[in-house]
């Protein structure tokens, strides 16, 4: 059988980097630039939403708890199915609230 792997009495060409040209290669040095970190929006809107949305998940997690619990029975679950229905449309408004952006609330037209 033949071997297709290379043996190292053959003769073969090895890849190698090759500088395209130009301008010298910069040094890492130079490609660094230490930008401190954005810092978070602390807006009146940006509180005011948070204390809302922690207001909404309060609430979801509340009704969904107490629905659950009330549907052991055939009565109790006329009540929490409902009621975890409106926790989970809660919930979901929550993380619709949360995933909006406030940066884009208002639009300012530009007029040149």
């Known amino acids: 059988m033949d071997e297709k792997g290379v043996i190292a009495t053959e003769e073969c060409v090895e890849a190698e980097l090759v500088h395209e040209g130009g301008s010298e290669p910069r040094h ?8 401190p970190p954005p ?9 005011l939403k948070r204390f ?5 998940a309060v609430l979801a997690l509340t ?6 619990l009330l549907t052991s029975t055939v009565i109790g679950a006329i009540l929490g199915i409902p009621l975890m229905l409106a926790g989970a449309a ?3 408004l929550f993380f619709k609230l949360f995933a909006s952006e406030l940066r884009n609330f208002v639009v300012f037209r530009k007029f040149p």
């Open 52 to 56: 809302i949305g922690g207001g909404l």
């Open 28 to 35: 890492k040095s130079e490609h660094i630039y230490n930008a």
């Open 90 to 92: 809660l919930l979901a």
């Open 39 to 47: 810092l978070p929006p602390s807006g009146i809107l940006t509180r």
């Open 63 to 68: 009704l969904l708890i107490i629905g659950a």
